[in-house]
């Protein structure tokens, strides 16, 4: 292999372990070597991890007994808002600077079972809310393939350090497109698994009934193996859901022509053009490869975004009320009771953190709530209804991920710019739909050139046709 190790993927990293070209040891030493000379540039992590030597030596000794597991040895990036036992969890919060983790979050239960390592915890939007990582309380993070330019968020990151081959792979958060979002603009595949699929405990809450985690990765097979890892059923979220609730699966794997449908209607005016054309170049030589284009029609997307944007502040406020100063998380102290609250709330938290709280505080209060929160929720159920509609005739809906490339740091200084920049992803957190980016080529802003993503939606899940239809775009993006 030419490849340094930290530039492999999880399969690649495995088959080396294996034949014995590479230890455990020597995997660890480049991802954190490479960590240490480029992450002052990027930011894309908040704390290294020290070498956890027992748990090296653990995993050498697995990989040497001949153990199955691909991530046995696999150093990974974690995401600040997901909890690993004893380690700081911030979500890039000045309010939980300091609180430190006292136990696993079950996906980190289940990969340190699998044997993998990790290497520390990456940068993110404060609490996840922001689609570049400039909201983080401890600096934006660099965007590898132009550093004048946001990752994306929130789990910028995550996506940085793997692009940038600081990790071998990672775990995001997925709430609007969190996941998907900075996947795309790093040139990275993430995947947003179907509600219930991935248990939440353990994962910093932003919008309980919009959050996933989800693994972002080299390749789609890798995301597929970090998927089956962290996936299944879990006591401690009541969320969580058996294989086969929504009826059976699609036949797994394996080469498969699927129909690809195509919302015209929503595509016009949004998209930069030469991302448009990406996109339909894309889409045709999947097409010459056998999948079938088909055009559908989603008439009530257009509210996707609005009602986000009313469910999700209103989720994050109740969510945060729990930091007050009293039990957990920054704490000052002033005359009285209320200030105590005032002081330590307004210390605490970002501009962007408290503009949300103050939103979801309001569409919550009474007089308030059904103009603007029940009438959402509603939307909610058409969209669901109107997805599963569309997919009696398809087998997953197709979009760029993004409108655009990679901005400018300052660029979307407005919040509203900045959120309208989700507007392909949110759907699949409001219907609970798995969803996946994948690269599809790169276009060019001011002489750089710029990776953008494609994206697809199947049915509650049908992660596997995600896979498939990823499968298929990498292909496309190799010949
Ligand atoms: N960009 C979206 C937001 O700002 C999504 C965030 C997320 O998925 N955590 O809310």
Redesign the pocket.
């Known amino acids: 292999m030419n490849k340094k190790p930290n530039e492999m993927t999880i399969v690649e990293a495995a088959s080396t372990l294996r034949s014995k070209e590479l230890k455990v040891s020597d995997l660890w030493d480049a991802c954190s070597e490479a960590v240490k000379t480029k992450n002052p540039k990027l930011n894309a992590y908040l704390e290294i991890f020290d070498a956890d030597n027992a748990a090296i030596t653990a995993a050498q000794k697995r990989v040497d007994a001949g153990d199955e597991s691909l991530l046995c040895g696999i150093p990974l990036a974690i995401k600040d808002n997901i909890l690993i036992e004893g380690k700081i969890a911030s979500a890039a919060s000045k309010m939980l600077a300091n609180y430190r983790a006292t136990y696993d979050a079950t996906v980190i239960k289940k990969l340190k079972d699998a044997g993998a390592l990790f290497l520390g915890r990456t940068n993110m939007?404060e609490f996840?809310?922001?689609?570049s990582t400039e909201h983080s309380a401890f600096g934006a993070t660099k965007n590898p393939h132009d550093i004048s330019r946001v990752p994306g968020?929130?789990?910028g990151g995550s996506a940085a350090a793997v692009a940038a081959h600081l990790a071998i792979a990672a775990l995001g958060?997925?709430?609007?497109?969190?996941?998907r979002?900075p996947a795309a603009h790093c040139g990275i595949v993430g995947l947003k698994p179907t509600y219930g699929a991935v248990s939440r405990s353990g994962l910093i809450a932003?919008?309980s009934s919009?959050?996933q985690i989800g693994p972002l990765a080299k390749t789609v097979e890798d995301t597929r193996i970090l998927y089956d890892a962290i996936r299944g059923i879990d006591a401690l979220d009541a969320t969580t859901i058996p294989d086969g609730l929504y009826g059976a699966p699609p036949p797994a794997g394996g080469p498969r022509n699927l129909r690809i449908g195509i919302p015209q209607h929503l595509l016009k005016e949004v998209i930069d053009a030469d991302m448009r054309a990406a996109f339909d170049a894309t889409l045709d030589v999947l097409a010459r490869h056998g999948h079938t284009l088909v055009d559908i029609e989603l008439p009530m997307s257009v509210y996707a975004l609005a009602a986000?944007?009313i469910i999700?502040p209103a989720e994050v406020s109740t969510n945060l009320a729990r930091l007050d100063g009293m039990r957990y998380g920054l704490a000052t102290r002033g005359r009285m009771l209320l200030d105590d609250y005032v002081l330590s709330r307004t210390e605490g938290f970002g501009e962007e953190t408290r503009r949300?709280i103050l939103l979801g505080t309001f569409v919550l209060s009474s007089g308030y709530i059904d103009a603007y929160y029940r009438k959402a929720d509603a939307v909610r159920i058409v969209l669901r209804r109107e997805y599963d509609a569309a997919f009696s005739k398809v087998d997953v809906i197709a979009f760029p991920t993004t409108p655009s490339p990679a901005f400018m740091f300052g660029e979307k200084s407005d919040p509203l710019s900045?959120?309208l920049?989700?507007i392909f992803?949110?759907t699949a957190?409001l219907t609970g739909m798995p969803a996946i980016s994948v690269p599809m080529g790169y276009v060019e802003r001011g002489g750089e050139k710029l990776p953008i993503g494609i994206h697809f939606t199947a049915p509650h899940q049908a992660e596997d046709a995600l896979f498939a239809i990823g499968e298929a775009v990498e292909k496309t993006n190799n010949n």
């Open positions: 939007d996840a809310m922001g689609s968020g929130s789990s958060s997925d709430t609007g497109g969190s996941i979002q932003m919008g919009l959050d986000y944007y999700m949300r900045m959120y920049g989700d992803t949110v957190n």
